[in-house]
């Protein structure tokens, strides 16, 4: 039977390995061939032969998730002769957050110019001054939202566009938005 499931507990990256402990008792004696299946909300993410030692035993398992959001893990332990099949299957849930897409928002053309040049080769960067791009600023938390982070590069609040402070609070407040 499978006890536990223990997930990594700092942040999870798409697309980069993580390791889950599986920590595992057989009712059975001596040592058992297993097959171990793991599933991401439903999807088969492999199998793999395990042998069960009758006792206690835990086991790292490498995954990697390529799709951000909420996944639901499902571990299945498959053993013949196995009596107590009620505990061969544990699930257990991992969020995978993405900060991709960034905007950076600069006071004068070409000041941010150094920073976005640095990001561009891990995030999707958006760069946009306010002395030129003014209509182009979010003015909706739905097209703010589109964002993970947001950048403020040598701006004053009186540079900000009418309401852009609120929208700002609501982003970070509200949806949990990264505000530099």
Known sequence: SIISADVPKERIVVGESFTVSLNMRS??????NA?????SNGEPLGEAPVILKGMEQELDIAISLDERGLHELCFEIE????TLAENNKYH???NLSAFDNLLVIERREGEGSPLTALLKDRFNVTDMSISLDVDKIPRTIEELAEYEQVVLVNM???DMPAGFEE?????????GGGLF
């Not at 009712?27 to 058992?32: H, R, S």
């Not at 097959?35 to 599933?39: A, D, P, S």
């Open 27 to 32: 009712n059975l004696e001596g040592e058992n």
């Open 35 to 39: 097959t171990l299946r793991v599933t």
């Open 79 to 82: 053993v013949d002769g196995d």
């Open 92 to 94: 257990t849930y991992v």
């Open 156 to 158: 004053a609040y009186s």
């Open 167 to 175: 929208l700002l609070n609501q982003f970070v407040y509200d949806l």
